[in-house]
């Protein structure tokens, strides 16, 4: 059946996929298999980003992350996920969420273990003060305030 759809409402599926990360090397490889729909940002939203996220079998949401300024809120739609965080692992099943308070020091990241791929919603604030830092890996961002380049833990820019 075909949808009349039209502003403010939109398909989904008619907004581009960005594929993978903008990760420097060597950080790249595990999200390789993710796609991004912004969708907030196709609407004109600015407080606050809304993402429809898929990830193949194998693949990871990010590299394991917390934020110093912006909450993040997860929405699972299909499939099955595994949510990494530094209590451990938990499986993460279709209408289920989780959320992490900016500020709070605990890696997190999202990895598709299953044989299928899985999509999720992805809801977070844009604060210009948010850095983003990398629980396992020498990685590094600043806030858009401050240039938002990739960086190693000691400042110096990824090329």
């Keep these: ?3 009349d759809v039209h502003p403010p409402a939109l398909d989904p599926q008619s907004v581009p996929s960005r594929q993978g990360s903008s990760y420097p090397e060597p950080f790249k490889g595990p999200v390789e298999g993710r ?3 912004a969708l907030g ?11 429809h996220v898929r990830l193949a079998p194998g693949a990871w ?11 993040e809120f ?3 739609l299909e499939g099955e996920l595994t949510l990494v965080t530094d209590a451990g692992e938990q499986a ?12 709070v020091a605990d890696g997190h990241h999202l ?5 299928r791929w899985a999509a999720y919603l992805e809801i ?15 990685l590094f961002l600043p806030s858009r305030r401050n240039g938002q380049v990739f960086t190693d833990k000691t400042g110096t820019p990824y090329r």
């Design 124 to 138: 977070g604030d844009r604060s210009a003060d948010d850095e983003v830092r990398y629980s396992d890996i020498d």
């Design 61 to 71: 949401s990010a590299q394991r992350h917390w934020h110093s300024h912006e909450d």
């Design 92 to 103: 993460l099943a279709a209408g289920m969420a989780a959320g992490f308070p900016a500020g």
């Design 35 to 37: 796609g991004k729909r």
């Design 111 to 115: 990895v598709n273990n299953s044989g």
């Design 1 to 3: 059946m075909a949808r």
């Design 74 to 76: 997860v929405y699972v």
């Design 41 to 51: 940002e196709i609407l004109g939203l600015t407080n606050y980003g809304v993402n």
